[in-house]
């Protein structure tokens, strides 16, 4: 794994000195870290996005054109610097670090470590997609299992399953064969990378602000993955030079993994651990019981003067229809790009889904919701494409199952107590979890309309029309406008009549 830095945010005005001067002496460069020194050297300002952080630390207490608090900030980096440390980390104004952005290129990085990545929300990530992009064969070997001695069988084990990939890629090309390249592509690699174990190798695109990435590396730095570990650690080798006066708690609180081995322990004793007979793919935990009321009445509220409790006996008056005539109201002519109303935050709903990683991939991904994850368990079970049922792929799954089966257990087996986290590297996408996915009705309007369209991948898609159904049983007005993107349009003229 790599962690380069790409960019970061710096103050317009140095930009544009610079730019004037490589104007009349065009240089030739290709190194990033002599291209900051050259710039540095050319504008004689250090090039640091701390110094609009610190300006805008100013603003709250000096009357100052923001321009010459910029310049100011500027003008004395070491004096930015300790202005930085002391609101940052004296007076805890932690937010003045979100105002400087770095981007960083992750690449040769696991699927499991992503999962570490990404499930930070107030960053931005976009990574190479599996179902879009041939896989060549390039997974990790996992640290742990290095010094467990067991990186020959490991790495063996991994090349199966690509292997396995290669020979459902060749069946499902030949089902796909009369469509066009891209389908046909997106179609086979969708599907044939259900066998493909969690230490595949993936590249992303991370932009992130100096209290996020404190965040994570702190995070990073007790993870039970030693890739994850590294991963803080070049991030923290990337960006320190660049922010040194943001970044500054990425220490663990080693008293956070003492306490988790020992809810795990109290966990593993309280909970029967049984597989349920009936457990439910998605479940309804918990439906707004007010919702519908409150964010209704939080719509008189906002656009009125009435008292909250005013707005809800209006409310309580209004038949069904009436209310449902309020909130299209509300949101007439919407478009497709729109979010709703804020006001239907008032509205949460709670799953509890199993799904396959695959699947999960996606679901990580939607940083509004609150995400709690368990380790893959493969007595779970796996998620089969029907498309590799369908060209008799069914015994090259099984047996890639079996192989990841038998290398999670030994795994599990010999790795020691602090290391086993790592044999879900041996897993695959086909592999599933447990989560509980909490989201309020504007959000899960959100997820539908990307996960319920014609574009999304089917495994997702399933988990959120049923998710969708559930909650529109339970709640039918707050779900009123939940649909695939492709179809608004006609959910649009049912609600709205036509636009015209
Ligand atoms: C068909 C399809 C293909 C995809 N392919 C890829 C792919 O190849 N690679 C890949 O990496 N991802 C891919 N994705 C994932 C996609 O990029 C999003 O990460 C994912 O759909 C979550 O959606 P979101 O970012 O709109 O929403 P959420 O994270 O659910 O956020 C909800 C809304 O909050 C707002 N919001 C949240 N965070 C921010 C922020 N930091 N700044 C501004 N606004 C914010 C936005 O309005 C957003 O729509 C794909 C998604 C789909 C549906």
Redesign the pocket.
Known sequence: MQVTLAGYNIDVEIIEQVARITNEYPYDIEDFDHLIDLLTKLSGETLSPETVAAAYARISRSDKDMKELRREARFSISRTRRTNERIVFGYGHASIAEHAIVNLDITGISRLAIEELESH?????????Q??IAMTGDFVIPQEVIEAGLAERFRSDCEELFSAYHDLTDKLERKYANLPDRDRNTKTREDARYVLPLASRSQ?GV?INARTAEWMIRNFNRSPLAEVRDLGQQMLSAIKSIVPSLIKHTEPNRSLEAAQSEIAYMSQSLVHNKLDENELTVELIEAPLNGELNALASILFGSGYGSFSSCLSALEKMNSSRREALLVTAHKCISVHE?LRRELELGHFTFSVTLSSSAFA?FK?????TLIKQRYLPELGNIVPDSIIEVNGEDIFQHSIEVSNNLFELLQDKLNDDNKYAAQYALTNAHKRRVIFKANAR?LT??SR??E?T???WDIRGIAKEMIRLAREACPALMLFASGKDSFDTLSEKLFGNNE
Not at 121 to 129: C, G, I, K, P, Q
Not at 365 to 369: E, F, L, P, S, V
């Open positions: 929300r107030l960053a931005s990530y976009t990574e190479s997609s179902r879009y992303v932009t979010p996606q991904r939607h940083r509004i919701a959000e959100h997820f990307l996960r369209d574009h999304a991948q």
